[in-house]
């Protein structure tokens, strides 16, 4: 069973107990993200090579040793994690590296790697004893959070932009939460909600400022690390909204050098669309802080001019010897189809920006050599929106039902 011996603050290094604070560090306010840290020592007996070897349980909580785990929840029946890893020998040769492996995250029960999240999210909340939980979201980690909350048999309060695309909108509202469509941006939603969360005393859902919810997501980078047996690639390439998934990689990686399971963290890329990129303009300033700015890009699920989590993510992508990509939407929409077309993986916007930085980082130069063996996380499933795909494809053609109908049109091959 897991053990959490403390939290501490990213800023200012404040350790707190475990159950002292449940989000963000009390002197440094929203933007002290916490770290959860565990009895490492204890942690290194419970999760061997050979242990693993041996478990059965192909999912995210075969690593729960390294898990803030509380209750057996009811969630859990939800398979989540052990999503496939890719490797594509063919690609790779065309992007001049020795191995790309993609990941593809959109399989998991709600279609993102949000999901991760929020099995954590609602184990913690039963732990807790809560029975609401709300949250802010672009849509995939308020998917995700509705379908676990529906099994564990909680209620939910979701704040969602008005833009949010249908299908996101529709799966809240299948798995029964209360929907508010917010008449603003990602950004008032995030407030808005943090209001209520805070008048209501409903459980926080909200990546950005939850540490236990990192927990959950960085069993991704577990996965990667396992499945190539131990040896990690030398990049990972993922795309950036608030930060949480790139910050989960680095958690994920630093846990395991903690427990000698590997040796190193792969450098970590961060791809942000160009309509939307604070955390690149950050890297690439060298700044110390993040400026919130504006947020106009396709990839609605990285549409965040104003990152929470941007102390964590400058951290993981700095510490990692990684570095950033910015990518116009067409770039993220022809990656769409070449990975489709590829691989057989359908990713959202958001889901291949991360294959768009690298199709980016590989064409035009910048730090990709031969020897290179590389990993991209997809985020999130096609299928969530497929007005954006629509945008990346032609149109199909309509024909009589009959053969004389087909003569002419049809593409010789
Ligand atoms: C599909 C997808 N990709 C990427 C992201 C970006 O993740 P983060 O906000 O943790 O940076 C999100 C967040 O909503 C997402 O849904
Ligand atoms: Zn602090």
Redo the contacts with the bound molecule.
């Keep these: 069973m897991a053990k959490v011996t403390s939290l501490r603050c990213v800023l200012c290094g404040r350790l707190f107990e475990p159950g002292e604070v449940e989000y963000t560090c009390t002197s440094c306010g929203m933007d002290g993200t916490l770290d959860i840290l565990y009895d490492y020592q204890r942690a290194k007996k419970e999760l061997t090579r050979d242990g693993l070897a041996r478990n059965a349980n192909f999912s995210m909580w075969r690593y729960s040793p390294l898990m803030p785990v509380t209750v057996d929840s009811r969630a859990r029946h939800l398979r989540c994690g052990w999503s496939p890893l890719y490797r594509l020998p063919e690609l790779a040769s065309e992007l001049g590296v020795r191995a790309l492996f993609i990941k593809d995250d959109g399989r998991n029960p709600t279609g ?3 999901d991760r999240a929020s099995a954590v999210a609602v184990d913690r909340a039963l732990g807790l004893g809560k029975r609401i939980v709300a949250c802010s ?5 308020a998917s995700s959070l509705s379908g676990f909350a529906a099994v564990g048999g909680l209620q939910t309060y979701i704040f969602v932009p008005h833009t949010a695309p249908e299908a996101k909108v529709t799966q809240l509202l299948i798995y029964g939460s209360y929907v508010l469509l917010v008449r603003g941006d990602y950004a008032e939603a995030f407030d808005l909600s943090t209001r209520a969360i805070e008048r209501h005393g409903w459980y926080n859902r909200n ?1 950005a400022i939850n540490p236990y919810l990192l927990e959950g997501k960085k069993t991704v980078a577990m996965e990667i690390a396992e499945q190539l047996q131990w040896n990690v690639p030398d990049y990972v390439f993922i ?8 910050s989960s990689l680095y958690k994920g990686f630093s846990d395991l050098v903690e427990v000698g399971l590997i040796e190193r963290i792969p450098r970590l890329v961060g791809v942000q669309a160009e309509g939307c990129q604070p955390i690149h303009r950050a890297i690439q300033e060298r700044a110390d802080r993040v400026t919130f700015g504006p947020a106009e890009t396709l990839a609605d ?2 549409d ?1 001019g104003a ?1 929470r ?1 941007w102390a964590k993510a400058l951290r993981a992508i700095r510490r990692s010897g990684g570095t950033t990509v910015a990518v116009t939407d067409e770039e993220i929409l022809n990656a769409m189809r070449l990975l489709a077309r590829k691989s057989g993986v359908f990713g ?1 916007p ?2 291949v920006t991360g294959f768009a930085g690298l199709v980016k980082m590989a064409t035009q130069g910048g730090g990709l050599s031969s020897s290179d063996r590389v990993a991209v996380v997809v ?2 499933n096609g299928l969530k929106d497929i007005v954006s795909a629509r945008k990346a494809v032609g149109r199909p053609l309509v024909v009589e039902p009959n053969i004389e109908s087909l003569a002419g049109k049809l593409p010789v091959y």
């Design positions: 993102s790697m949000k979201s672009t849509g995939n980690a990546c795309s950036v909204g608030d930060g949480c998934c790139v699920s990285i965040v990152p989590n959202e958001a889901g985020t999130g």
